[in-house]
């Protein structure tokens, strides 16, 4: 049986919630391997509009398993309070459909104050423009050993004790930050409340996941964020706190690399970016506010505007390389139609010398001049289109282009939210 992970191969907000949904309708498991509440994963289904943060888009199907990956970090009010929004428009979730890892780290509220603390203080050129969720301080705190799992809530003196430990190292940093310290038996009582809330859905996710697979079931790996924003390969350190590429799917749950199948590039038909940070094909003119307004580029967690700009191949096939992607969904094809004239990046001049890759110098990112390719655009509608017949030629040449270009075929098309309004040319999940 095949396993296929789904990653956003631009700088996230590639529409990857729609496929990893409409993919899950073959999968009997869905996993998120990394990130947290940063992402927003939109599904619309059957005109019902669906806005997922934390949760897996897996938990909108019914008889699926979702899971909540080690490589995450989770808020624990925050998933909460997801789990009764989507409850509310009818979805059931439960201890059968919902399964945490018991070794997720957990961002609590002096995460997000610390990020927002941070880039309220930085100055221009140095603020990453979050999200402002608490993402990278609770990355920081994993790695420095002193974050509190989902397994630490299960007994009260360990709960207290890496509590202990956690503030020894934030209560210093808050107060040159000029920031309270923090209450630790408030905070205490806090998790206490939660722990039961939370404990229901924690399991060993690393051991029901490679028996699901033993016992043949599909599994979807869904990525959050894109390539661009890991936080190696990404234009740091305007990056996320995580690892975003398709090998992280395997570390993010517990399984082997030998796990993944099929590694499916989500990639939008031009390009958007959410905060700060380089983007060569950026446009500051009224093609860039066309594409915006056509797109409703409008960030799902913060609902700042999102930057605009052409397609980057050069960029796509670092990320595809990066990534091993298989095959890749090409979405909001759509948002180009009635443009007279379209313009693809193909590479970049960095002080008068072709480079046919992104550079990883900032300085030198900063540099890269995009070098572009025009292409006719057509002036047909593409929304909604089911089949190849239904798209123009000129359309289907733009669509051509993209696959030379980054060197990896288009295994879908997607011409709208709708989850129907796909073309499907591979099936990732094929045996
Ligand atoms: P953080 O993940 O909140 O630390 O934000 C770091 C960078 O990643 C910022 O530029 C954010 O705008 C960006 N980012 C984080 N999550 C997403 C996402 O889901 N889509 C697009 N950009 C994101």
């Known amino acids: 049986m095949a396993n296929v992970v789904v990653v956003g191969a631009q700088w996230g907000d590639e529409g990857k919630g729609k496929i990893v949904d409409w993919l899950s309708e073959r999968a009997d498991v869905i996993c998120r391997f990394q990130?947290?509440?940063?992402?927003?994963?939109?599904l619309v289904i059957d005109g019902t509009v669906y806005k997922l943060h934390a949760l897996p888009s897996g938990v909108v199907r019914g008889g699926k398993l979702s899971v909540i990956g080690n490589g995450v970090v989770l808020d624990p009010w925050h998933l909460?309070?997801?789990?009764?929004?989507?409850?509310?428009?009818?979805?059931?979730?439960?201890?059968?459909?919902?399964?945490?890892?018991?070794?997720?780290?957990?961002?609590?509220?002096?995460?997000?104050?610390?990020?927002?603390a941070?880039?309220?203080?930085?100055?221009?050129?140095?603020?990453?423009?979050?999200?402002?969720?608490?993402?990278?301080?609770?990355?920081?705190d994993k790695v420095g050993r002193r974050v509190i799992r989902v397994a630490d809530l299960a007994d009260d003196a360990t709960l207290e004790a890496r509590v202990d430990r956690a503030l020894q190292h934030h209560n210093p940093l808050r107060k040159g930050l000029g920031v309270d310290e923090?209450?630790?038996?408030?905070?205490?009582?806090?998790?206490?409340?939660?722990a039961p809330k939370i404990l229901e859905y924690a399991a060993p996710a690393w051991k029901v996941l490679n028996e699901k697979r033993k016992a043949g079931n599909r599994i979807l790996f869904e990525g959050a964020q894109g390539?661009?924003?890991?936080?190696?390969?990404?234009?740091?350190?305007?990056?996320?706190?995580?690892?975003?590429?398709?090998?992280?799917?395997?570390?993010?749950?517990?399984?082997?690399?030998?796990?993944?199948?099929?590694?499916?590039?989500?990639?939008?038909?031009?390009?958007?970016?959410?905060?700060?940070?380089?983007?060569?094909?950026?446009?500051?003119?009224a093609d860039g506010d066309r594409?915006?307004?056509?797109?409703?580029?409008?960030?799902?967690?913060?609902?700042?505007?999102?930057?605009?700009?052409?397609?980057?191949?050069?960029l796509v096939r670092q990320t595809c390389a990066i990534s091993g992607i298989n095959g890749i969904c090409l979405t909001k094809l759509d948002v180009l139609d009635g443009f007279e004239t379209l313009k693809i990046c193909v590479a970049y001049d960095l002080d008068g010398k072709r480079l046919d890759y992104l550079p990883t110098a900032a300085d030198e990112q900063a540099r890269c001049k995009p070098i572009y390719e025009e292409l006719e655009g057509w002036s047909e509608s593409t929304e909604g289109a089911r089949s190849w017949a239904d798209l123009?030629?000129?359309?289907?040449?733009?669509?051509?282009?993209?696959?030379?270009l980054i060197e990896c075929?288009?295994?879908?098309?997607?011409?709208?939210?709708?989850?129907?309004?796909?073309?499907?040319?591979?099936?990732?999940f094929a045996d």
């Open 291 to 314: 594409l915006g307004t056509r797109g409703h580029e409008f960030g799902t967690t913060t609902g700042r505007k999102r930057r605009c700009g052409w397609f980057d191949a050069a």
């Open 35 to 42: 990130g947290g509440h940063n992402a927003g994963h939109t």
């Open 80 to 116: 909460l309070g997801e789990i009764e929004t989507i409850r509310k428009q009818g979805v059931e979730i439960t201890p059968e459909t919902l399964m945490i890892a018991e070794n997720t780290p957990l961002i609590l509220p002096f995460h997000g104050e610390l990020d927002r």
């Open 227 to 285: 390539a661009l924003l890991d936080i190696d390969f990404g234009t740091y350190p305007f990056v996320t706190s995580s690892n975003v590429i398709a090998g992280q799917a395997a570390t993010g749950v517990g399984m082997g690399p030998g796990a993944i199948d099929y590694v499916l590039g989500i990639v939008k038909a031009y390009t958007t970016r959410v905060g700060e940070g380089p983007f060569p094909s950026e446009l500051f003119d």
């Open 392 to 404: 123009p030629a000129a359309a289907i040449k733009y669509v051509r282009r993209v696959e030379e």
């Open 118 to 140: 941070r880039e309220e203080a930085a100055s221009t050129g140095t603020k990453i423009g979050t999200t402002g969720r608490g993402i990278g301080p609770a990355y920081e």
């Open 409 to 428: 075929p288009v295994a879908l098309l997607s011409t709208s939210p709708e989850r129907d309004d796909t073309i499907l040319v591979t099936d990732p």
């Open 182 to 194: 923090i209450d630790r038996d408030a905070l205490i009582a806090q998790l206490k409340e939660i």
